[in-house]
């Protein structure tokens, strides 16, 4: 039959204000958790990573921060700039073992000037 | 140093054609994935390979099928294509196992008619 695209939730934020991206996982025995961001035309390009065993880390103006009580993982960007439109994935590695990532459907960001 | 390259970036074949995909990674990487991503199902992982070894595989028809060389270099085959393979088809390279940092390339972009 014929398939429904998926609905990207949006998020609008100004330029020069912070940026909140969450996420949902499923499996709480997944080791790596990574952000991804894909730009119209490209694949998608690695941002930052967090080991299970953490709550947050940090990289250049992006934080990401992982509850795993609640299943719960998020991107945070400072000083959002016109060049972070894209779109945003989470994923999971399951195995430490693999490179096999379990993708979000992602989140479209939109940064306006 | 040179990204991950895929070959071609556009074709079209019609339902019941075959069709084989080229990916080369980054020099040194030894990791190579492939992923399907549609507006439908979003990103969806297929096979990695690893030193010439399949080392996992997604949940694909067995029409998906891969193999990697003794340099690496990755392809993926789709025989008897169907309408809803129409996608991009993702390539990834990695040099650590486990993390989740791959990094893509452009894609392939098929369309069955």
């Known amino acids: 039959g014929e398939s429904v695209g998926l609905h990207l939730p949006t998020l609008s934020v100004q330029e020069g204000d912070n940026s909140i991206i969450n996420c949902a996982y499923s499996?709480?025995?997944?080791?790596?958790f990574i952000w991804y961001k894909q730009e119209s035309g490209k694949g998608p390009q690695f941002i930052i990573d967090?080991?299970?065993?953490?709550d947050k880390r940090q990289g250049q103006r992006v934080t990401v921060l992982l509850n795993k009580t609640v299943k719960h993982l998020s991107l945070q960007i400072a000083a959002t700039q016109p060049g972070d439109s894209a779109v945003y994935f989470c994923a999971e590695n399951m195995s430490g073992a693999t490179n096999k990532l379990i993708f979000g459907t992602g989140t479209l960001l939109a940064v306006q000037p | 140093k040179a990204g991950v390259t895929q070959t071609p970036r556009y074709l079209i074949k019609t339902r019941g054609q075959q069709v084989t995909l080229s990916c080369s990674p980054i020099?040194?990487?030894?990791?190579v994935s492939w992923y399907q991503q549609t507006p439908g199902q979003g990103l969806q992982f297929l096979f990695e390979y690893f030193s010439e070894t399949q080392r996992n595989k997604g949940n694909f028809p067995g029409r998906f099928s891969g193999r990697q060389f003794s340099n690496s270099r990755s392809e993926m085959n789709v025989s008897t294509l169907e309408l809803g393979d129409s996608a991009l088809y993702l390539c990834?390279?990695?040099?650590?196992?486990?993390?989740?940092?791959?990094?893509f390339g452009e894609g392939s972009r098929l369309t069955v008619l």
């Open positions: 967090i080991r299970s065993n953490m």
């Open positions: 990834a390279s990695s040099a650590r196992t486990g993390t989740g940092e791959l990094f």
């Open positions: 020099s040194g990487h030894r990791s």
């Open positions: 499996n709480s025995a997944s080791d790596y």
